[in-house]
Nanobody, 123 residues
């Protein structure tokens, strides 16, 4: 069992940055991937970034490459999502998730989900 809790969302001006945190607890070992998903209004939830907790390998969705990075603090079992050059279309709910399956580098069908944290970008 893995428990994940997100934090760090809020209201940000366009062009600014936000750093989201995901604290993981429980069985955070083995071949575990952690990822960030977002759901923006009117669109399906999509994975934006994934990190393999053991190797540290990362994968970023092409559409947000260059603006988003994912990293981890192994000692704190925390994964971070840094979003720079925020745009109004980045507004949405951001979810942290954990699981064991990936497709094209991105975490898919996560086993564990957080409750999400809202990011609102104003122009």
């Amino acid at each position: 069992q893995v428990h994940v809790v997100e934090s760090g969302g809020g209201s940000v001006q366009a062009g600014g940055s936000v750093r989201l945190s995901c604290a993981a607890s429980g069985a955070t070992h083995g071949n575990l991937y952690m990822g960030w998903f977002r759901q923006v209004p009117g669109k399906e939830r999509e994975g934006v970034a994934t990190i393999h907790t053991t190797s540290g390998a990362t994968y970023i969705r092409d559409s947000v490459k260059g603006r988003i990075t994912i990293s981890q603090d192994n000692g704190e079992n925390t994964v971070f999502l840094q979003i720079n050059s925020l745009k109004p279309e980045d507004t949405g709910m951001y979810y942290c998730a954990a699981g064991f399956d990936i497709v094209a580098g991105l975490l898919t069908n996560p086993t564990y989900w957080g409750q999400g944290t809202q990011v609102t970008v104003s122009s």
